[in-house]
């Protein structure tokens, strides 16, 4: 029996350990080891460099206007998102008019909004992206177009193309495109704080913006830092290396104004044949997202709310 | 509204009224849900009279509330689904019209354009591609996952939590950061540009939620059944494909969903592994390169067909299958 349990285990465990030890475990330990050495990536010579490609990272421009955007982005994306998030779900589930003997109430049609506000969360990057780079187009792109419709004429922005703009405009569609998830997540939650908490505020004079600041979000805080780290993964990793990549000129223009540490590290190894720096740069960002982890995770240390 | 509660209701609807009156003058549709809730009242009214009475100050701050939350919630709606509805709309016109009125109507329905795009752009052929490494990686990473997870969640064996973090570990890190090595790890096995090189890779990076989640979900499942099967003779292999999978079929459901929409659009991975051979791209790939080539070309009209084929058949399936799409893709943060 005893002998039989550890050959099924083994049996179980070692395809699915073997493909991900060598296509996930293998490349970041190498990632680690490149990023001592010179690898140009094109060929299979290599030398130790020390920490030569660390100390380049000092004197590299585009590096560190790679880390303003991305630290940018990690600072302001969630903030953004999960904030319009729980405004809406709040709004969706507390704003409704007072009916029977319900103290508060989710407005009409709360659904049918959820339905709606998840759209964006079932499309692929590339579509968003693309949908909004046309939509950004200066010339023929329906945001132009709208201006002028109402008669805004001369406001208008390049846009993508104007370095103090184009990171926003990226941004922006992050923002639209992750919304919706959280609208609904936090919405799940809020239904499931027990109502007489509300009547209780209330009766005691609280109103519903206090009930919120009070009630919902320290109830809802576990779930608010799960998406926070999320959306700080989401803003430094891949999600932010495909929406600049295909939206932005250049990619990562104009001016480096959209240049993120993702983008920069593709473009360090694939089009620069860097792949040692590459990596250099690849360890950074692991720093990056291991410090706002630690970060969201001790600020959201407060005691588990049982309700 | 009865009577005694005017006069406390008044003055927070006229509030009402002011606040919301400016947003009302540039959003038709604002003021269409301010009337349409002023309307409802009567009935409300009736249905709560004792509460009323002590509480008619905050009632009448809930009808602002209501009026407020309903503007915000349209202006939202309407954000999200413009832009969805001018790329299909785009993608019935001519790029005359497109440039011409980005904001009006096709004169004429041109169906020629999604044909264009589906033939010529080669949107078919790359809806193909898809299809097929996603088909066998779902497969792949809900058998593998769920061995793996099995086994992590319900047998004690030295080393289990290490590897159980081994795996769940991989969820936080910059897949980035491999991807340089792992191109070269690819191009030594010959795995590059091949769908069953992007189907392995897809499994391996599905693996750590599939795993953290479905380990999770085998805890909550009762052993009792398990060793009824166990006692009854099966063996350890058979009780799980016959009595634990069905068992655990909800939280399979979950994470396929979850599984299926990540890597249907997988963007990165094939970016950087799949960049050989034009005609085994993914669909996010196409359409990437679709907009960079019908950007030279000026087929914009096409541009937008393709875009909306790669949209609609995802949103159709969404909201037939609403509610367990929803249930599958917040499950992992819920947890």
């Given amino acids: 029996m005893q002998h039989g349990k550890y050959r099924f285990i083994a049996g179980f465990l070692v395809i699915p350990l073997a493909i991900y030890a060598i296509f996930v475990i293998s490349p970041f330990v190498q990632a680690i080891y490149y990023s001592f050495t010179d690898w140009t990536g094109l060929s299979p010579d290599m030398k130790m460099v ?18 303003g955007n991305s630290v940018t ?16 779900a709040f709004m969706l589930n507390v704003g409704g008019r007072r009916r029977k003997k319900a103290v508060i109430g989710g407005v009409r049609g709360s659904s049918a909004y959820k339905i709606l506000y998840f759209f964006p969360q079932v499309l692929s990057v590339p579509i968003v992206a693309l949908l909004f780079q046309f939509a950004y187009n200066p010339e023929s792109g329906a945001l132009n177009a709208f201006f002028k419709a109402i008669g805004l004429d001369n406001v208008q922005p390049d846009w993508l193309g104007d370095p103090g703009i184009a990171l926003w405009c990226v941004m922006g569609a992050m923002v639209w495109a992750n919304v919706g998830f959280y609208v609904v997540l936090f919405s799940a939650g809020m239904s499931s704080i027990p109502k007489d908490f509300y009547e209780a505020a209330l009766l005691d004079g609280a109103n519903r913006f206090n009930t919120f600041f009070r009630i919902t979000l320290p109830l809802l805080w576990d779930t608010v830092q799960t998406g926070w780290i999320y959306m700080g993964i989401l803003a430094l990793d891949v999600s932010a290396f495909a929406f600049v990549q295909i939206m932005s000129v250049g990619p990562g223009g104009p001016d480096y104004a959209t240049e993120v540490l993702p983008l920069y590290v593709y473009q360090k190894t694939f089009r620069d044949g860097q792949a040692g720096y590459a990596t250099s740069i690849g360890v950074s960002l692991l720093i990056v997202t291991l410090i706002f982890s630690a970060i969201v995770m001790r600020l959201g240390r407060r005691e588990r709310l049982e309700f | 509204m009865s009577a005694q509660t005017d006069p406390a209701g008044l003055p927070g609807d006229r509030e009402g009224v002011t606040q919301s009156a400016p947003k009302g003058a540039t959003e038709g549709v604002v003021t269409g849900a301010a009337t349409a809730v002023v309307k409802e009242r009567p009935d409300d009214g009736l249905s709560a009279p004792p509460r009323k009475e002590r509480n008619g100050g905050g009632r009448g701050e809930g009808g602002v509330l209501n009026v407020f939350s309903h503007g915000v919630l349209v202006i939202w709606g309407l954000l999200v689904t413009m832009p969805l509805l001018w790329a299909v709309v785009s993608s019935f016109k001519d790029d005359a019209e497109i440039f011409g009125s980005p904001w009006g109507l096709p004169s004429v329905l041109h169906f020629d354009n999604w044909a264009r795009a589906w033939d010529k752009a080669n949107m078919g052929q790359y809806f ?9 990686s779902l497969i792949g990473t809900m058998l593998l996952g769920s061995m793996a997870a099995y086994v992590l969640a319900r047998f004690d064996f030295p080393g289990n939590r290490f590897l159980y973090f081994l795996f769940v ?8 950061l491999a991807l340089v090595p792992l191109f070269f790890v690819m191009k030594n096995m010959t795995l590059l540009d091949t769908y069953h090189g992007l189907i392995l890779v897809y499994i391996a990076y599905s693996l750590p939620f599939t795993v953290f989640f479905l380990s999770g979900f085998f805890r909550t499942l009762p052993t009792s059944v398990a060793e009824a099967a166990l006692i009854d003779g099966a063996s350890h292999t058979r009780t799980f494909f016959q009595v634990m999978l069905p068992m655990a079929r909800p939280g399979l459901i979950s994470v396929g969903i979850f599984n299926f929409l990540g890597q249907w659009n997988q963007y990165l991975l094939p970016t950087v592994l799949n960049v050989g051979d034009p005609n085994k791209k993914m669909l996010t790939q196409g359409l990437v390169a679709l907009a960079v080539s019908q950007g030279y070309k000026g087929d914009w009209s096409g541009l937008f067909a393709g875009l909306t084929i790669a949209m609609l058949p995802v949103l159709a399936a969404y909201i037939i299958f609403q509610r367990q799409v929803v249930a599958g893709l917040t499950a992992g943060a819920l947890k």
């Fill in chain 1, 50 to 67: 020390g920490f030569d490609n660390y100390a380049r990272l000092f004197q590299d421009d585009v590096f560190w206007a790679a880390v």
């Fill in chain 1, 73 to 88: 982005l990690l600072l302001l994306l969630p903030v953004v998102t999960l904030s319009l998030g729980l405004f809406f």
């Fill in chain 2, 128 to 136: 193909l591609n898809s299809l097929i490494v996603v088909g066998g």
């Fill in chain 2, 169 to 176: 570990g991989g969820m936080g890190f910059p897949v980035i």
